[in-house]
C-alpha cells in the first residue's frame, strides 16, 4: 500500500472512532462529524506527513503502522490551519468545495434556522478548526509510538504550532499595513509555510528517530531552501494557476490582498500606473476578470513573475545541493523519497 494510501486509512480509523463520539453526544451532530471527516479526507497532497516519515525513516526508524498514524496528525493539524485560513480570506472554497464556513453556512440557509447564516458558518470552522488542532495532539500522542519517542518529538511538534500561528497573523498584519517589503514577505513566507510544510515536519520525524544533531542540520538546509520555493510556488499559482489544480478561483490570492514576495518583487519595480493598479485592485474582494487580468499583467510587465520563477529554481538548486550533502548520515532510499518530493513540492506535478 501507498504512504498516502496508508496516512488516509490512519485517518479514517482515527476519525471514525471520534465522530463515534461526537454522535453519541447528540444525534444533531452528525452534520459536525461528517464535515471534519469530509474536509480531511477528500484531498490534500499529505506532504507534511510524508516528511515527517521518511524524516523518521532517513534516521534510521523501522517502518510501521504506528509511525504512520502518528505522522497522520499532521493532516489534522493541517486541517485546522486551512478550516481557519478560508474564513479568516473569506474564501468560497477549497479543494474544489465549498469552504467549511460556506457549508455551514449554506446548511443554515436549507434548514431556515433563526440567525445569520454567515455567522453560524463562521462559528462552525472556527469550532471544528480548533477541533482539529486538538485532535492533531491527540493522534501525535496516541498513535502507539514509544512514549521516549513521541516526547523527544514533542518540542519540534509544539514549536511548528507555534510558528504556523505567528506566520499567518504576520501575514494578516502585513496585508492591513499594507506592508509589501520583500523582508516581511520572506518572513511570512517561512514562519507560515517554509518551516511548517517541511522542516518542523522533517525535524519531527528525526527526533521521532532520535536522530543526531548532524542529520537535523541536514534536514534543515534540505528543508527551509525547499520550503520557500513551495511557498512561492503556491503564490504564483494562486494568481496564476488553473482552478482545476488549485481548487480555488483564479486570482482569489489578489482579491485577498496577499502580500507576497510576487507583489513585494512588482511593487519595487512598478512606474507610477502600475502602482496606482495594485493599489486599487490588491485586496479588493470585488475584483472581477478584467481586474485579475490587469494585475497579472503589472506581475509580468514589471518582471516579478520572472523573478520569483528565478528564485524558486535557486531555492530548488540550493536544496538539492544539501540533499547531495546529506548523503553519508541519510539513508538512501529516504533521500531519493525527498529528491521526488522536491519536485512536487516546486513544480506542483502532482
Not at 513566507?189 to 537535523?216: C, F, W
Amino acid at each position: 500500500m501507498e504512504l498516502n494510501d496508508r496516512i488516509d486509512a490512519a485517518l479514517t480509523v482515527f476519525l471514525d472512532r471520534q465522530a463515534a463520539v461526537i454522535c453519541g453526544i447528540d444525534d444533531s451532530l452528525g452534520a459536525y462529524a461528517d464535515a471534519v471527516r469530509d474536509f480531511v479526507l477528500r484531498g490534500g497532497k499529505r506532504l507534511r506527513p510524508a516528511f515527517a516519515y521518511w524524516g523518521a525513516r532517513g534516521a534510521g526508524l523501522a517502518d510501521s503502522d504506528e509511525l504512520v498514524a502518528c505522522v497522520a496528525s499532521l493532516e489534522l493539524l493541517q486541517a485546522s490551519a486551512l478550516m481557519h485560513d478560508d474564513l479568516i480570506d473569506g474564501s468560497d472554497t477549497r479543494r474544489g468545495m465549498p469552504s467549511i464556513h460556506r457549508r455551514f453556512a449554506a446548511l443554515h440557509e436549507a434548514e431556515g434556522w433563526s440567525g445569520r447564516p454567515g455567522g453560524f458558518g463562521a462559528a462552525a470552522a472556527i469550532l471544528l478548526g480548533d477541533l482539529c488542532l486538538a485532535w492533531s495532539d491527540e493522534l501525535f500522542c496516541s498513535a502507539g509510538m514509544p512514549f521516549a519517542a513521541v516526547a523527544a518529538a514533542r518540542s519540534d511538534f509544539d514549536l511548528m504550532r507555534t510558528e504556523v500561528s505567528a506566520g499567518q497573523y504576520l501575514d494578516v498584519l502585513s496585508e492591513v499595513r499594507r506592508d509589501v517589503s520583500e523582508t516581511t514577505a520572506a518572513k511570512v513566507a517561512r514562519y507560515k509555510s517554509a518551516k511548517y510544510t517541511i522542516e518542523r515536519p522533517m525535524l519531527i520525524g528525526a527526533s521521532l528517530a532520535g536522530a543526531p544533531e548532524r542529520v537535523r542540520a541536514h534536514y534543515s538546509a534540505i528543508g527551509l531552501p525547499l520550503g520557500e520555493a513551495f511557498q512561492l510556488r503556491d503564490d504564483v499559482l494562486g494568481v496564476f494557476g488553473d482552478p482545476a489544480q488549485t481548487g480555488k478561483p483564479a486570482g482569489d490570492d489578489l482579491r485577498e490582498g496577499k502580500h507576497t514576495f510576487l507583489i513585494a518583487r512588482a511593487s519595487a519595480s512598478a512606474d507610477a500606473a502600475q502602482r496606482a493598479a495594485l493599489d486599487s485592485g490588491l485586496g479588493d474582494p470585488n475584483l472581477d476578470a478584467a481586474g485579475v487580468e490587469r494585475l497579472r499583467a503589472v506581475l509580468m510587465d514589471t518582471g516579478a513573475l520572472a523573478d520569483t520563477e528565478e528564485r524558486i529554481a535557486a531555492l530548488a538548486a540550493e536544496a538539492e545541493a544539501a540533499l547531495e550533502d546529506s548523503r553519508a548520515d541519510v539513508d538512501p532510499a529516504a533521500l531519493q523519497v525527498f529528491a521526488g518530493l522536491l519536485v512536487k513540492a516546486v513544480k506542483r506535478d502532482f
